[in-house]
Nanobody, 127 residues
Framework: VQLQASGGGLVQPGGSLRLSCALS????????VAWFRQAAGKEREGISW????????EYVDSVKGRFTISRGDRENTVDLQMDNLDANDTAIYYC?????????????????????WGQGTLVTVSS
């Protein structure tokens, strides 16, 4: 399985970006797919999770109501729509997969659960 993340860039505070994670060598339907991010000097944190079976979603509090994870328009992709961005969202964003789509809630944002990672895409929120 390979993942390709794209869509990062420079955006002003209050703006929006849409990240996309393309999965090859497998199908989204078989997996959990999560987005993580890592800001400079900080640990990697899970922010959004998607089940390929039933499309259940979960978010951490810091992005709830601003970010939306969903199947992408392209086949075998999972997108992250990010709205109302602020400087605290500046980070490298990674998509990851590996666990079954039935991963229990307490494990969904644990990096060690994920076997496959995309290369990361940089999001910079600045005026």
């Amino acid at each position: 399985v390979q993942l390709q993340a794209s869509g990062g860039g420079l955006v002003q505070p209050g703006g929006s970006l849409r990240l996309s994670c393309a999965l090859s060598g497998g199908t989204v339907n078989w997996y959990s797919v999560a987005w993580f991010r890592q800001a400079a000097g900080k640990e990697r944190e899970g922010i959004s999770w998607f089940s390929g079976n039933g499309d259940e979603c979960e978010y951490v509090d810091s992005v709830k109501g601003r970010f939306t994870i969903s199947r992408g328009d392209r086949e075998n992709t999972v997108d992250l729509q990010m709205d109302n961005l602020d400087a605290n969202d500046t980070a490298i964003y990674y998509c990851a997969t590996g666990p079954s789509p039935f991963l229990v809630s307490e494990r969904r944002f644990v990096p060690e659960e994920y076997d496959f990672w995309g290369q990361g895409t940089l999001v910079t929120v600045s005026s």
